[in-house]
């Protein structure tokens, strides 16, 4: 079992920078593969990217250039670096560990606001 736990959302006016940050607990923690994800009411929830246990990442389209994700493995914590913010990036955001190809462990979610 897995526990995830994100912090880091706010308000925040657009062209600003908000780090989300996602501690995760557990005997196996360190040892998965981690995404965030993002959603807001009504729509499906989104995938903004993804770590991989060596650190290599890749990012949805919407983000790209804008959003980094890092991981500390000595901490069982995955970054989330959001820059250049815009009001659609308004959204609960969730991070989520990989197990065997499904993201089966899912963080409560922390929600970023961002004004004009």
């Known amino acids: 079992q897995v526990l995830l736990v994100e912090s880091g959302g706010g308000l925040v006016q657009a062209g600003g920078s908000l780090r989300l940050s996602c501690a995760a607990s557990?005997?196996?923690?360190?040892?998965?593969?981690m995404g965030w994800f993002r959603q807001t009411p009504g729509k499906e929830r989104e995938f903004v990217g993804r770590?991989?246990?060596?650190?290599?990442?890749d990012y949805a389209d919407s983000v790209k250039g804008r959003f980094t994700i890092s991981r500390d493995n000595a901490k069982n914590t995955v970054y989330l670096q959001m820059n250049s913010l815009n009001p659609e990036d308004t959204a609960v955001y969730y991070c989520?560990?990989?197990?065997?190809?499904?993201?089966?462990?899912w963080g409560q979610g922390t929600s970023v606001t961002v004004s004009l």
């Open positions: 770590i991989s246990l060596s650190g290599s990442t």
């Open positions: 557990g005997p196996t923690a360190s040892n998965y593969a």
């Open positions: 989520a560990a990989n197990t065997s190809g499904t993201y089966t462990y």
